[in-house]
């Protein structure tokens, strides 16, 4: 379902190459880099995909990147029909419709 709404690559699912060696999907469009991962640490959360290219450390540091992880978030939610947080917050998505989660 990721796949088809992001209009990206198959997501490959095999094993890390580093400890904890547990499985990771990965996939790779136009330079940027997708990991999907299962997590616990976070409640009624079950997976976390990280979103990067090999570029956004240095055009972060010039102040030349936009963080899109809301947009992104709300996108999956609506599209996928997924339950998504942006991590490091404290707003949910559901349905493409955001709230903002108590401590």
Same mark, same amino acid.
């Given at each position: 379902?990721? #796949?088809?709404?992001?209009? *990206?690559? =198959? @997501?490959?699912?095999?094993?890390?190459?580093?400890?904890?060696?547990?499985?990771?999907? !990965?996939?790779?469009?136009?330079?940027?880099?997708?990991?999907?991962?299962?997590?616990?640490?976070?409640?009624?959360?079950?997976?976390?995909?990280?979103? #990067?290219?090999?570029?956004? *450390?240095? =055009? @972060?540091?010039?102040?030349?990147?936009?963080?899109?992880?809301?947009?992104?978030?709300? !996108?999956?939610?609506?599209?996928?029909?997924?339950?998504?947080?942006?991590?490091?917050?404290?707003?949910?998505?559901?349905?493409?419709?955001?709230?903002?989660?108590?401590?």
């Amino acid at each position: 379902m990721l #796949e088809s709404e992001l209009e *990206v690559p =198959e @997501i490959w699912i095999q094993p890390r190459e580093e400890p904890p060696y547990d499985d990771v999907g !990965y996939a790779e469009v136009f330079g940027w880099e997708l990991w999907l991962e299962k997590q616990e640490t976070i409640k009624s959360f079950q997976y976390l995909l990280h979103i #990067e290219t090999s570029h956004s *450390v240095q =055009e @972060i540091f010039y102040d030349r990147m936009h963080d899109i992880s809301l947009w992104l978030a709300r !996108y999956i939610s609506e599209f996928c029909k997924l339950d998504t947080l942006v991590s490091e917050s404290k707003v949910m998505f559901n349905d493409g419709v955001y709230k903002i989660l108590d401590d």
